[in-house]
């Protein structure tokens, strides 16, 4: 028995397919590849994490983070100003505070002097033109890793909102520009304004952590902050649901209402739907926190030559721009900033 091939009764030429439209014809060489590029990676779209830790001439590289390190406040200040000098408009500072001075509350974040704010102050000081947001969670601070005060067991939302807006006043006072809470607390963004206003910081802005998801993709973080070894069960009473997207949308729109300026999405690439949606929906300028995991996972498979890390990075911060973000945290700022210099000339 023989396989016999039969022809096609028709066959059409490539040009009746298409009816003459080629989409390759502006893809054929460099020049006319550039010409149409539709979206564009900007130093003026990042936004730098940077870890801080007590301490004079200290750096501590962060395990499950190769190329992050944690600095004391006079390193900090250093890195700041390599910032500016990359042109990077803004930094996000998150401290890792010794054990002993955390607690079931968080207290610490009510001290004037804490390490975020000493931080804030001393990079003002040498970086004016540098901008400084700073995070109100607790974290940090609690000796449970949990975002808020811990009471037989549950996060209880009100007291922790009353304890994040006072912290955000004392993070403003010590030259926080932006006040970014990342703890999905119910009614922060309306009291911190209130907050902020009373004390006369009308001039404060407030990005908001608006979609914070329950991701496994914080891990590496909660090492860097120091918090890996003492959470205890997860936080999926108030970060969202990673199945749900609508309900992403009415916490957005709740916090742009309690006076939110600019919005969040956390994790970032796994979530460029809620991105585009939120963008499409309300206008408004739209950050994406590509998070240590994320981070983790590129640095990881490039190691191992599994991956170019370096267009993997390229890559997955365009990708943040074509879904509509307005900006990008990123662990990667600095190295991408450097590399968009080099291209520019
Ligand atoms: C908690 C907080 C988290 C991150 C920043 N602040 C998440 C968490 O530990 O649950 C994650 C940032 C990252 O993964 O890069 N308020």
């Known amino acids: ?37 539709e979206n564009h990676l900007r130093v003026e779209d990042l936004i730098w994490p940077i870890f801080l830790i007590e301490g004079e001439n200290r750096q501590e590289g962060v395990a499950a983070m190769p190329g992050v390190s944690r600095y004391s406040v006079d390193l900090a200040v ?21 054990l002993s001075r955390r607690d079931a509350r968080g207290s610490a974040i009510l001290d004037a002097d804490n390490l975020i704010n000493r931080a804030s102050r001393a990079i003002k000081e040498a970086v004016p ?20 005060i811990l009471k037989d067991g549950i996060v209880v939302n009100d ?6 807006a006072q912290a955000a006043v004392l993070q403003a006072a010590a030259g926080a520009d932006i006040i970014a809470p990342s703890d999905m607390m ?22 908001s952590y608006a979609t914070k998801f329950a991701s496994a ?9 120091g918090t890996d070894g003492l959470l205890k069960g997860d936080k999926k009473t108030y970060y969202i649901d990673p199945a749900n997207s609508d309900e992403a949308l009415r916490e957005a729109e709740q916090d742009l209402a309690e006076g939110a300026d600019m919005l969040m999405v956390k994790p ?26 994320e981070y983790a996972m ?20 365009l990708a943040f721009k074509r879904a509509g973000c307005d900006g990008i945290l990123t662990y990667f700022a600095p190295e991408v900033a450097q590399r968009l210099h080099g291209s520019r000339t």
């Not at 700073?134 to 808020?148: E, M, N, R, V």
């Not at 007291?159 to 994040?164: N, S």
């Open 298 to 317: 590129i640095k990881a498979a490039a190691a191992n030559g599994w991956i170019d890390g370096e267009l993997a990075m390229m890559e997955s911060l």
């Open 1 to 37: 028995n023989r396989i016999t091939r039969q022809q096609p009764q028709t066959s059409r030429t490539v040009d009746e397919i298409t009816g003459g439209r080629r989409l390759r014809r502006m893809r054929k060489a460099g020049w006319s590849r550039r010409l149409v590029q």
């Open 186 to 207: 119910d009614g922060r963004i309306g009291a911190i304004r209130d907050a902020l206003d009373a004390a006369g910081f009308q001039d404060v802005a407030i990005m």
């Open 159 to 164: 007291e922790t909102v009353e304890q994040i």
């Open 217 to 225: 993709f914080y891990g590496p973080y909660r090492e860097a902050i």
């Open 129 to 148: 033109d540098l901008g400084i947001i700073t995070d109100g969670a607790l974290d940090p601070f609690t000796s449970h890793g949990h975002d808020g």
């Open 78 to 98: 250093k890195q700041a100003e390599r910032a500016a000098r990359l042109g990077i408009p803004a930094i996000a500072t998150f401290p890792n505070i010794p």
């Open 268 to 293: 970032g690439l796994p979530y460029l739907d809620i991105v585009y949606r939120i963008k499409e929906a309300f206008g408004v300028p739209t950050y994406a926190y590509q998070v240590s995991g």
